[in-house]
């Protein structure tokens, strides 16, 4: 039986031994975590593109891209922090949150551009008829393909703010609209009132947040919505960017490409149905190019997806009910853009090392929902981080697992979302009882727990439940020993 919280190293205890150290453990991590509460303050950020001109209806000037010359914008930002994480908040340039430090380790988690450069003007792929990438997370709505508001001034709002919580908002309602829009994009104003909340609470490690949107109209409404994440999560904040080590973790079987990225499944076993089973394109390094899937048919229920770095174990997680959003979409410019990357400044270039990870309320783009007249649709998510954990196979608002059985042992990784909170951790193979005991988690670097396993127990149960010590369920699971 061996636990793994304080150190990387992997530590072995005789069974009497164990259990006191991790007492002793979960004692002094307490009292050193005491809480510091969460702050919110006003900033600047500069972010640098090449020069171009748009259009009072943001549409692109015909002629006006230089990419020789890099003109320096500065945006207005909203700081959100605890003890854990540094959150930075661009409302006046797509309602986003661009960035997530994680504070024990230091790295970043989203990617954000250094230097914008326009793209697929005239190609009819874009509302505006072209795009350019900043990073973060952002709603994207009514259309897809970054919809029609990523480049627009959302509102600002503080909600709440005491020691314990900030909340805020950032707001946009669709009553405009591009006439020169592609054809296969909504022509008309949809009306649609979109409120992106945000909160940090003192003492979680992660980030929630909530898309509402409603229909102040009284007629049902055809739209499109998608929360785009662009992901990378592990990096050195001054140079974020996605590295060969990069996994997308979800937890699907298949996924389709639209004909155009059929490239992407060359190699990875049909599923059938045209479709291709999710192995080889979950890592970074697989992607040949730039390119499209979907997970197929959508994401069954799963209630989590990211990206994990396995060159420093360190990943951001979405969790979600995606009932409400079933579509998983997934987009990379290719493996080459990292292996091939070049100095942005001096060489400007849209293709960048990221992974982009998509929420939608319909499996694939261009594939309608409906608002119903004076209807709403909340989207409640967590961003968490985590560390020192290679896979999640179950996650919820209080704990990301990573659980695992073979012939020998039970493996476990866990993140707790609220570090400082003393847990329990059992777990069993029918009535015996493999581990039972007090963990502190470790939020530097993350919680591995490894129990033997006597012979002859193929095919079993075995059941895992991350408790408070007063006996409240925060999370379970169950494994088969393989």
């Not at 009910?321 to 990357?341: A, C, I, Q, R």
């Not at 179950?394 to 697992?401: D, F, S, T, W």
């Amino acid at each position: 039986m061996a636990i793994h919280a304080p150190s990387r190293n992997l530590v072995r205890f005789s069974v009497a031994v164990l259990s006191a150290t991790v007492a002793l453990h979960a004692v002094a991590g307490t009292a050193s975590l005491a809480s510091d509460g969460v702050s919110l303050r006003e900033s600047t950020i500069s972010w640098s593109t090449v020069k171009y001109a748009t259009s009072a209806e943001n549409g692109f000037v015909g002629g006006s891209l230089d990419k020789k010359t890099i003109v320096d914008r500065t945006f207005k930002t909203h700081v959100l922090e605890n003890r854990y994480l540094k959150v930075t908040l661009v409302p006046e340039f797509g309602g986003r949150i661009l960035s997530i430090v994680y504070k024990p380790t230091g790295h970043e988690q989203l990617y954000r551009n250094e230097v914008g450069v326009p793209y697929g003007m005239s190609a009819g792929v874009f509302y505006y008829d072209w795009l350019m990438v900043y990073g973060g997370i952002f709603p994207t709505f009514p259309d897809p393909e970054h919809g029609r508001t990523w480049l627009k001034p959302w509102d600002f709002k503080v909600v709440k703010e005491s020691a314990g919580e900030v909340t805020v908002s950032m707001s946009i309602k669709d009553d405009f609209a591009y006439p020169a829009a592609p054809t296969q994009f909504f022509k008309e104003v949809t009306g649609i009132e979109a409120t992106y909340y945000v909160t940090l609470k003192a003492d979680r490690a992660a980030l929630d947040a909530r898309v509402v949107l409603r229909n102040p109209q009284a007629r049902t409404i055809d739209y499109e919505y998608w929360t785009c994440t662009t992901l990378a999560p592990g990096s050195d904040p001054n140079n974020p960017k996605t590295t060969g080590g990069a996994e997308i973790i979800a937890p699907i079987q298949a996924y389709s490409t639209p004909r155009w990225s059929a490239n992407l499944s060359e190699g990875d076993e049909s599923a059938g149905a045209g479709r291709s089973r999710f192995e080889k394109l979950r890592h970074f390094r697989n992607w040949p190019t730039m390119g499209i899937a979907y997970a197929a048919p959508d994401m069954q229920g799963g209630n989590f997806w990211g990206v994990i770095n396995h060159d420093n174990e360190e990943g951001i997680i979405r969790i979600a009910d995606n009932t409400v959003t079933p579509g998983l979409k997934m987009w990379t410019w290719g493996f080459p853009s990292f292996t091939n990357e070049t100095d942005a400044r001096k060489d400007p270039n849209e293709a960048r090392p990221y992974v982009e990870l998509w929420a939608g309320v319909s499996d694939q783009f261009f594939h309608r929902a409906q608002l119903p007249a004076q209807g709403e649709v909340s989207i409640p998510e967590t961003y968490s981080p985590t560390v020192g954990m290679s896979n999640v196979t179950a996650a919820n608002e209080n704990i990301l697992i990573n659980l695992s059985a073979e012939a020998a042992s039970v493996n476990l990784q866990f993140f707790s979302i609220e570090p400082a909170m003393l847990l329990r951790v059992r777990l069993r193979r029918g009535d015996a009882i493999l581990f039972n005991d007090a963990v502190t988690a470790d939020p530097k670097n993350g919680n591995r727990i490894s129990v033997g396993v006597p012979a002859g127990g193929s095919g079993e149960q075995v059941r895992l439940t991350i408790t408070t010590p007063e006996g409240k369920e925060l999370i379970a699971a169950e494994t088969k020993i393989k």
